[in-house]
């Protein structure tokens, strides 16, 4: 059970308290409401450009990680399709360091064509690095706009392709920040051995001032149901064959999501798991096989993935991974079975409720989704699944001509 209190300043800045007075330490985490997905198709990963640009000096603060390293702090961010998250740890003598270091870049961040230039090199090598250059990296550049027609899910976090990057300019650049990383579009959290009226007064003082200079109303383009098989195969320099397959499925706020998700760990999830133990164990098909979702805002992908053994035909490997499916769909798994998986989620979330910081992250996430109360519900929302919505939800989500599939060849050397 996590505890808290949140209160919202007058500019639309939420913010939530939870004390913890087991550590000296004190996180920060402050959740912007922006993701790939709310970018120009012609000007992808602006989401994920302002990930590194936040940490390039604002008005007040040359050099963002100066201070905070002085104070004893450490602190890291990261970009979804949905969401930009940054986060801070420090002891808890130097907590106003943090409200001033995150507020000062929400206020106004430096911008200068060389700090844009430097990030523009940074981002454009990541993408080089993580998607281009590296075996297997190219797979989401396939796949998402295989799977999704109209949403912006159609390319991933980091852009659809890297000259957006390079060619991202500066009035492109300002109008991103001005209408996204505003109060009125953040969550605060602050988790550690804290007093809600400290953190009143203290974001009051930082955060009261500064008024918002956009409006983020989405509306983005639902994607319609998929109707028929989609498939797409491609040849590169890797060492072994690969299968991806992915089914359209609920968003993170329904209330089927619970029962998929659940069906994605009975599937691949772990050792133990369907997938592994009959492609991998038995029939020694795949050298690895997962299953997981990708529990997205809007609908979502349920998505099974793995990698053949050399001399395994693909086709093959495809056909096994459907039978498993349908196994899944044909009948209610065993109660038992479910049980096991029920457990496994519900240790995973109490230990994601040890530390500060991930309890921070967890409340802004939950309040994004809407009522930071959700943290203490989500348990009870697991084990409440039945086999019956188990099979109901697999025979919905995982139908053929929801799927589509890719097949990454390896060369033939």
Request: a negative charge.
């Amino acid at each position: 059970m996590i505890n808290f209190e949140r209160f919202v300043l007058d500019n639309g800045l939420k913010v939530i308290v939870h004390k913890d007075t087991s550590t000296p330490i004190v996180a920060m985490n402050i959740l912007y409401d922006v993701g790939a997905r709310d970018e120009d198709p012609d000007k992808t990963g602006f989401a994920h450009l302002f990930e590194h640009l936040m940490f390039g000096g604002s008005v007040n603060i040359p050099k963002y990680d100066e201070p905070l390293e002085n104070a004893g702090g450490e602190n890291n961010a990261f970009t979804s399709n949905d969401v930009t998250n940054y986060y801070l740890t420090l002891p808890r003598q130097n907590l106003e360091t943090a409200f001033w270091l995150e507020s000062d870049r929400m206020y106004q961040l430096v911008f200068s064509e060389k700090s844009l230039e430097v990030q523009r090199n940074v981002v454009s090598e990541e993408f080089r690095q993580t998607h281009l250059n590296q075996p297997y990296g190219d797979v989401w550049l396939l796949l998402r706009p295989l799977a999704y027609k109209v949403h912006p899910y159609q390319w991933p976090t980091i852009g659809k392709k890297i000259e957006h990057i390079t060619n991202a300019r500066m009035e492109d650049v300002k109008a991103f920040y001005q209408k996204f990383y505003n109060p009125d579009n953040a969550i605060l959290v602050v988790a550690g051995d804290v007093e809600t009226e400290q953190i009143r007064q203290l974001s009051e003082k930082w955060f009261g001032p500064i008024e918002n200079q956009g409006v983020n109303n989405r509306n983005l383009p639902a994607e319609p149901p998929q109707k028929e098989p989609r498939f797409l195969e491609v040849e590169r320099d890797v060492p072994l064959d690969a299968i991806y397959k992915v089914w359209h499925m609920c968003s993170r706020t329904d209330p089927e999501y619970y029962a998929t998700d659940l069906i994605s760990d009975l599937l691949g999830n772990g050792n133990s798991s369907r997938l592994y133990v009959e492609l991998v164990k038995k029939q020694k098909l795949f050298s690895e096989i997962q299953a997981y979702i990708l529990g997205s805002m809007d609908k979502g992908l349920f998505v099974v993935s793995g990698k053949l053994l050399d001399n395994t035909d693909i086709e093959k490997g495809e056909a096994a991974i459907r039978a498993e499916i349908e196994k899944i769909t044909a009948s209610p798994v065993d109660e038992k079975e479910l049980q096991k998986v029920k457990n496994k989620v519900e240790s995973s979330l109490m230990f994601s409720e040890i530390n500060v910081l991930d309890k921070a992250m967890n409340l802004a996430f939950a309040e994004l989704t809407g009522d930071a109360e959700e943290v203490n519900r989500e348990a009870g929302k697991y084990q409440a699944v039945t086999t019956k919505n188990i099979w109901e939800t697999a025979k919905q989500v995982l139908r053929p001509e929801n799927c589509s599939t890719l097949f990454y060849r390896s060369k033939k050397k």
